[in-house]
């Protein structure tokens, strides 16, 4: 049986003395694209960030990848991560492609003898150098960002940026992408052509993919599964059995209504 990408047992998040969320427990197979829904409040955000190891959890475990999150190491670089709110000061002279060139990590060679250590040193960070530059470009080409790339990132709007940031995600290979309300502030057209874009990486890269999101049309039509949220877990499964009327009703309480997008 093949190993969980991602294993979460028993977490219990509090921030300050309000408890977040509760015992809850899923797993992440390789290849799958699994949605986090639930209303505002239900501690979406804040199971994601527990799993990116940004706040503390209070209790359970998580694990990537095989290992105990406090035990990744090096293999953090095979974590994407696209937040809901990318906060930047929009006067910061830097452009799509020095953005984009962040996410690359320097390959660290092994030394042979203490004489070939300088030059092994320059060579390396020149052949590193050309590896990174080309790996942008292409990060871009596939984003449909390339002709951003001498741009500054305040001049982007919400939907160009969202491709630049992953095309950030991009640039070096990954395994496991985990997406925060991605596609907040993009319209509806953007978000379609964002998960056509997004399904077509994930299928060519083999990524697997934990996204946060409010359009639960859009879950159910590019989801393998998800996960129903409100401080515990509610309901999980395939999209037709965790969004079902009773599902949802339970998630969101009464007054719910479900938004159909309308596709030309």
């Given at each position: ?20 969320i ?20 239900a501690?979406?955000s ?6 990116l ?7 359970g475990?998580?694990?990537i990848?095989?290992?105990?999150l406090?035990?990744?190491g090096?293999?953090?670089h ?18 799509v492609?020095?953005l984009?060139?962040l996410?690359?990590v320097?390959?660290?060679e092994r030394e ?19 590896e990174k530059?080309?790996?942008?470009i292409?990060?871009l ?24 940031l992953?095309?950030y995600?991009?640039?070096?290979p990954?395994?496991?992408?985990i997406l925060?309300?991605a ?8 978000t ?6 997004l399904?077509?990486l994930?299928?060519e ?9 409010h359009?639960?049309?859009m879950v159910?039509?590019h ?5 129903c ?15 079902s ?10 007054g ?9």
């Amino acid at each position: 049986m093949t190993s969980p990408i991602l294993k979460v047992e028993g977490l219990t998040v509090y921030q300050g003395n309000y408890l977040a969320i509760r015992d809850v427990s899923f797993e992440l197979l390789s290849g799958t694209d699994t949605a986090i829904v639930g209303p505002n409040g239900a501690g979406k955000s804040t199971l994601v960030k527990a799993v990116l190891d940004l706040i503390p959890q209070s209790a359970g475990t998580i694990e990537i990848f095989g290992r105990p999150l406090v035990k990744l190491g090096h293999l953090r670089h095979l974590l994407g991560y696209m937040p809901q709110n990318f906060i930047f000061d929009r006067s910061f002279p830097i452009s799509v492609s020095e953005l984009v060139g962040l996410g690359w990590v320097i390959k660290r060679e092994r030394e042979k003898g203490k004489g070939k250590r300088k030059n092994l040193f320059f060579s390396s960070l020149w052949r590193q150098d050309r590896e990174k530059s080309a790996a942008v470009i292409e990060a871009l080409r596939r984003t449909d960002a390339y002709h951003l790339q001498h741009q500054a990132i305040g001049t982007l709007s919400g939907g160009q940026l969202k491709r630049v940031l992953l095309a950030y995600c991009l640039v070096m290979p990954r395994r496991l992408l985990i997406l925060d309300e991605a596609f907040a502030g993009v319209d509806v057209q953007g978000t379609a052509d964002f998960y056509a874009l997004l399904n077509e990486l994930k299928r060519e890269e083999g990524w697997t993919v934990l996204q946060v999101s409010h359009d639960i049309d859009m879950v159910s039509r590019h989801c393998d599964r998800v996960l129903c949220l409100n401080q515990t877990l509610v309901c999980t499964g395939k999209p037709e059995i965790a969004l079902s009327p009773q599902n949802l009703l339970a998630t969101y309480g009464p007054g719910f209504s479900r938004y159909q997008h309308q596709h030309n």
